[in-house]
């Protein structure tokens, strides 16, 4: 198994597809894309008059009436709609934020990953260095135990045999 698929994983083609069709998915299956254009309804309070006609008194004071319901909550309506585009707008700012954030941390713990690494190779390259010095020590115990064996033969004048 090769370093880059240990670390981003042995994914076939169509598994690395699957993971963009995520990634580009809408954030609410309601949500306006070229994929998804939302359906283009409108209001009608009423309906179309096709051809000329005459109302009369009680239809024109309910009309009257109606428009000036409507005329308010068209007014409403148009604050509520500038709302919840501020609204949007907002959570977009939040939501690049988080990306934002989200990109520096990924960056960081690809900066600390490559410290431990460059670390690592450091270290392994101190081995051969570790080993002299292992070699150095037996090499000096063993001069040192013929030393003392020598002063021992010396000393005892090899009677102890």
Known sequence: MGTMTRLFGGDSSDAISHKSDKLMAPTDASVI???????FASI??????????????????????LAKEKTENAR?????YKSLGQIEEADAK??????????????GELTKKKADVGLAKHLHGLRPGY????????KAENRATERIEAIK??????SEQ
């Open 44 to 65: 009608r309070t009423t309906p179309v008059v096709d051809a000329p006609r005459y109302f009369t008194k009680e239809e024109a004071d309910a009309m009257k009436k």
């Open 131 to 138: 080993a002299r010095l292992g070699i150095g020590l037996e």
């Open 94 to 107: 939040v939501h690049k934020a988080h990306r934002g954030y989200e990109k520096v941390v990924a960056t």
């Open 76 to 80: 409403h309506a148009k604050k509520s």
């Open 153 to 158: 033969a010396k000393l005892l004048g090899g």
């Open 33 to 39: 894309t070229p994929l998804n254009p939302g359906n």
